[in-house]
């Protein structure tokens, strides 16, 4: 397969290219020729106005239901929904059913999605089950192809369990996925707990719930001498715990979801059961002190939180409704939305470079020679969402009918070429 990409911006720190204007040759799923203008034959030609390419993009942080759950989303269409979002890369939670928490289920994951666009990564389960209750067999699950630890949806509450977990990964530099959440605060709580959650009649859940995690990791993290990642901070106190952390030398690092950065509390006012999600979406003064910290560099990456559900899981009472929307197709364009003002370059920064660092994955630079793992996206392409276009299985997506600036176009992993 012979692919010539036409006049396309590079954005790639690493690339000899970085902010140029260049033709790109790909065969057999390697970059054999960068260059002002190429001419050579080729079975597929992109040649797209305002087209920009950057290495692979990573999702820290989704769900694709599989197995157990493929009703509400599997490998296949989870992958599918994950390459027109321009990621070439998704680590997959263990909430799924048998839980990955051993060796067989990571190496099911590993198998099955050999064949797939998108590089599919298990993410292993901390506890048996997601229970919280006994560590799982992570050292046989890294071996086995898992590229970090985490309970999903469910925070480890037990510090005791926690600590030794970070003590566990250590011996072959592993790292831990944490949703902070403590759940003994107002378990019962819909959405953020302020004005709107008191005028909407919906009990209310303090952002306090999720700071407290955050401060008592941070601490096990620094005396456990390990790496804990923080995903979904929506509170700016989080963000300011994880900044001093960071300066006293814990090996911490967080992302926010695109959610967090395009809605507030406010947007609940619909009762729209799309915007019930974990964390909740906090107030409109939160929200911007989140921007801001993405601006400033705080934030280390970004993570859809992709979570499918079925129909019969969302159109019902606030109440009841399972929390979480699908994310990866929206991604991009959520968040160059919500803040114009970021360069290509920097969410490519968010998006593909600092997560293949934190998480050890292979760097994907387009340079010659390199195996080609290319996000495609046009930053300023207007676009709206219909359900139609969705290759998710689920619809949950509070965006249909958006608009939204900045459009991924596809990517290119290896032979695999997926355009929108």
Not at 255 to 262: A, C, E, G, Q, W
Request: with cysteine; hydrophobic share 40%; proline share 7%.
């Amino acid at each position: 397969m012979k692919i010539l990409i036409k006049q396309a911006v590079i954005i790639d720190p690493s690339s000899p290219f970085n902010g140029g204007l260049a033709d790109i040759f790909i065969e057999h799923g390697v970059i054999r020729q960068i260059a002002p203008s190429i001419s050579t034959e080729a079975d597929q030609i992109i040649d797209q106005p305002g087209l920009h390419v950057s290495p692979g993009w990573v999702d820290p942080f989704a769900h694709f239901a599989d197995p157990g759950y493929e009703f509400k989303e599997t490998l296949e269409t989870g992958a599918a929904a994950a390459a027109s979002g321009g990621f070439t890369d998704v680590f997959v939670i263990p909430n799924t059913n048998p839980v990955l928490h051993n060796k067989a289920a990571v190496e099911y994951i590993v198998q099955k999605s050999t064949a797939l666009p998108v590089r599919v990564h298990p993410t292993g389960a901390i506890t048996r089950n997601t229970e919280g209750k006994e560590l799982a067999e992570m050292y046989d699950m890294k071996s086995s192809g898992a590229i970090a630890f985490s309970d999903g949806t469910h925070a480890v509450q037990s510090a005791g369990l926690l600590v030794k977990a970070l003590q566990y990964i250590k011996a072959f530099d592993g790292i831990i996925i944490q949703l902070p959440d403590d759940k003994s605060i107002n378990p019962h709580g819909l959405m953020h707990e302020g004005i709107i959650s008191t005028q909407l009649g919906l009990p209310g859940l303090p952002a306090m719930a999720e700071e407290l995690i955050v401060a008592r990791d941070i601490k096990l993290t620094r005396y456990a001498d390990s790496r804990l990642h923080f995903t979904g901070i929506s509170s700016p106190k989080s963000i300011e715990y994880i900044r001093r952390g960071k300066e006293s030398g814990a090996s911490i690092s967080c992302s926010v979801t695109p959610h967090h950065l395009f809605f507030c509390d406010e947007d609940l006012q619909g009762y729209d059961t799309n915007l019930k999600v974990n964390p909740p979406l906090r107030d409109q003064a939160a929200r911007t002190a989140l921007r801001e910290a993405v601006r400033n560099g705080w934030v280390d990456c970004i993570a859809s939180h992709h979570l499918p559900h079925e129909y019969d899981s969302k159109v019902m009472e606030f109440e009841y409704a399972k929390p979480g929307m699908i994310g990866l197709e929206t991604a991009f364009g959520a968040i160059s939305t919500a803040m114009p003002d970021m360069t290509p370059a920097q969410w490519v920064q968010l998006l593909a470079i600092n997560p293949r660092k934190l998480f050890g994955l292979p760097s994907a630079s387009i340079a010659e020679g390199e195996a080609a793992c290319i996000t495609l996206f046009e930053p300023t392409k207007k676009w709206t969402v219909l359900e139609k276009d969705i290759r998710s299985k689920s619809k949950n997506t509070p965006f249909t009918g958006k608009e939204l600036t900045g459009k991924p176009l596809g990517i290119i992993r290896g032979n695999h070429i997926v355009l929108n």
